[in-house]
């Protein structure tokens, strides 16, 4: 028998090197599948809702809608007393009447709110009186008890991007939207082949001298771990007619072809020829400086991989995980491996409940020391894309009222595999952002954005929390726009121009054809013309707070955490005006008169400028297909 050495031992890296090189790995293909099927998946085109969700204000209880000023002095000993509107309002029945001063309408959770109402009182702290009125034991804030339109994703804003895993929480993601198919990658077809006169399948009677073939099962269980569709040859003899049969039929069906067995001298050495014999450039590595694993044969076959595995078990599944998972996943689409971790930084304030565990999901980042930071994903118990967003979660004991800012905690993963993203994104959110993460995306790069408003973001930039904070805040001592806020260590690179307005809807004469001040002035005349406002900290609501003056309209304390959110509640009669950017106002046809051009720019943690994620950040923001698709969203690139 002819025994031929090894063609060259090489290293591990020269090996990989030279492999990776050949085969130049790259998604096979796209395909759409149906939602219920994409379990697993990995999406090829990044995937935006046509709806907001949720798409009106909805209770998150049980309970009354009520106009908070009404019940703000309520109390167990001084109970208010409210008229009941007379209408039940419930999943999927819209109100037709008003809540105004004084009253309330029974609503059930998930129901739409009515106009004028801007909180619920659960029923638990409510009782009926003997004449047929609504008794309030306590009081509620504006806001207390009901989400927001589009607080939980806007239309238009990306919820998975192209490379995404889609899991159980993403089928969720993508049904509370309305999407019944979804483009992805098409999984790469893997032969998987034993090859030995020893082996025997799993499940029959062993004969004298042969061993189970464990390496086939194992490898194409390892091959549908990392995105491939394994099929399995079975175990081939040491036949070298039988075995060239096998692989010639597994390379015209397949994308790759995984072997296991004959690599070393003797017999083996059938393997390796006919493997040679393939396709161009054939055999680019046979023999590494490795332990356990120097038999390993690598070979590219006219762009299909063909790896020839040690027969070891232990041997073919090191070798497996080091030179073929990085390609299989290339040709799967996935990303690559990221390294696993379960402790991290806790970098805000939790508040909890005494007397109760409460379970936060967090999304983990990267801190100002390297060690990971756990985000507290704060949008209540009704948010999909929460859940969808989170990589885990820690615990707050019943003991406890708050995690304080800095706690090191122990997060419990929502899988074994987290994804750390290699660019958190914090601050203000502008769907201008996303043509600039998309091509972030396109380039390896995984980003999280987290919706802190501009104040919030340049906090967490100045902490070392984040890579970069959107921000467009106007300094009206010298009258510039974001600079003046930046703290040390922070860079300001300008993004877009956008425009904010006044939105409201088409035909309304408070409105329509009126200068910006005469709309104003008309809306605060009218009793009955109701505003919505915007959250604490961010740029809109200081922009509205200067326009109004002091003055609270009625409404002023509906303050939603989006533009979505403001013009979905006017276009669908809950308020009759509020502030928001043009590009959230046009799509649902309302009437828009411009307030400001803002400065929507970014505040840069100037440690991490050169890291490669936020280099690719700043890339894309200065290349032109992205100013393109800037312009064409009604944005003005700086």
């Known amino acids: 028998m002819r025994q031929d050495q090894f063609l060259t031992v090489l290293s591990r890296d020269e090996a990989l090197a030279r492999f990776e090189t050949a085969l130049a790995a790259r998604p096979v293909g796209v395909e759409t599948v149906a939602l219920a099927d994409s379990l697993g998946r990995v999406v090829a085109e990044a995937i935006a809702p046509a709806i907001d969700v949720p ?13 908070a000023a009404d019940v703000a002095a309520a109390s167990e000993a001084a109970p208010v007393e409210l ?14 009447l008003a809540v105004a001063a004084g009253t309330a309408t029974t609503i059930a959770t998930g129901g739409p709110m009515p106009r004028g109402a801007d909180a619920v009182v659960m029923v638990e702290h409510t009782e009926p009186t003997a004449d047929g009125r609504i008794r309030i034991r306590r009081p509620v804030a504006p806001g207390q008890n009901l989400a927001f339109a589009g607080t939980d994703l806007a239309r238009g ?3 998975l991007r192209r490379g995404a895993v889609i899991g159980s929480r993403e089928i969720g993601l993508m049904a509370a939207c309305g999407i019944g198919a979804v483009a992805v990658f098409r999984r790469p077809r893997v032969a998987v082949i034993s090859t030995g006169d020893e082996l025997v399948p799993p499940g029959e009677p ?6 189970y073939d464990s390496n086939g099962p194992i490898v194409a269980a390892a091959v549908a771990e990392n995105g491939g569709l394994p099929v399995p040859f079975g175990a081939i003899p040491d036949d070298e007619a039988k075995l060239r049969a096998a692989l010639t039929e597994a390379l015209a069906g397949c994308d790759a072809v995984i072997l296991s067995g004959g690599t ?17 450039p054939g055999i680019v590595a046979h023999g590494v400086a490795l332990k356990p694993g120097k038999p390993l044969c690598l070979a590219v076959a006219d762009g299909k991989p063909v790896v020839v595995l040690p027969g070891f078990p232990t041997s073919a ?42 379970y936060v999901m967090v999304a983990l980042a990267d801190g100002p020391d390297g060690a990971p930071v756990a985000h507290p994903v704060f949008k209540g118990s009704g948010s999909i894309s929460a859940f969808a967003q989170a990589d885990g979660f820690v615990a707050v004991d019943a003991l406890a009222d708050h995690l304080a800012p800095g706690t090191r905690a122990a997060v419990t993963l929502f899988s074994p595999d987290p994804k750390l993203p290699d660019l958190v994104v914090a601050g203000s959110h502008c769907l201008g952002l996303e043509p600039v993460l998309d091509r972030v995306a396109d380039a390896g ?4 954005t987290l919706a802190l408003g501009s104040l919030g973001g340049v906090q967490a930039a100045a902490r070392g929390e984040c890579d970069l904070a959107p921000l467009h805040l106007f300094h009206a001592e010298t009258a510039t726009w974001n600079r003046p806020f930046l703290a040390d260590g922070l860079d300001l690179v300008e993004g877009w121009r956008r425009r904010q307005g006044l939105v409201f809807r088409r035909g309304d004469p408070r409105f329509e054809g009126r200068s910006l001040d ?3 002035a008309a809306a605060l005349a009218d009793p009955d013309c109701l505003m919505v406002g915007r959250n604490p900290g961010a740029g809109t609501r200081i922009l509205l707070d200067r326009l109004l003056a002091g003055r609270r309209p009625d409404g002023y304390w509906n303050q939603p955490r989006s533009h979505a959110a403001v013009a979905t509640a006017v276009a669908g009669g809950r308020a009759d005006w509020g502030l928001a950017i043009d590009a959230a106002a046009r799509p649902l046809g309302l009437g828009f008169l411009p307030v400001a051009d803002e400065h929507y720019d970014f505040a840069v943690v100037r440690a991490r400028r050169e890291r490669p994620a936020v280099a690719a950040f700043l890339a894309a923001l200065a290349s032109e297909p992205v100013r393109d698709r800037l312009r064409a969203l009604g944005f003005t690139p700086a």
Request: net charge neutral; proline share 8%; aromatic share 6%.
């Open 264 to 280: 070393s001298k003797g017999a083996g050495d059938v393997t390796a020829r006919l493997v040679a014999e393939l396709g161009r």
């Open 83 to 96: 008229r009941p509107t007379g209408e039940t309002v419930a999943c999927g029945i819209a109100p037709t």
């Open 445 to 448: 790069f995984a980003a999280r």
């Open 55 to 67: 798409p009106f204000d909805r209770s998150t209880v049980d309970g009354f809608a009520v106009r």
């Open 317 to 358: 599944m090191f070798t497996f995980h080091e030179f073929v998972v990085p390609s299989l996943r290339r040709l799967a689409g996935l990303p690559d491996r990221r390294v696993d971790t379960l402790e991290a930084t806790v970098p805000v304030r939790v508040p909890s409940d005494l007397g109760r565990t409460e």
């Open 206 to 211: 062993l004969r004298p001298a042969a061993i």
């Open 157 to 159: 804003e990306v919820l």
């Open 518 to 520: 005469e709309a104003i």
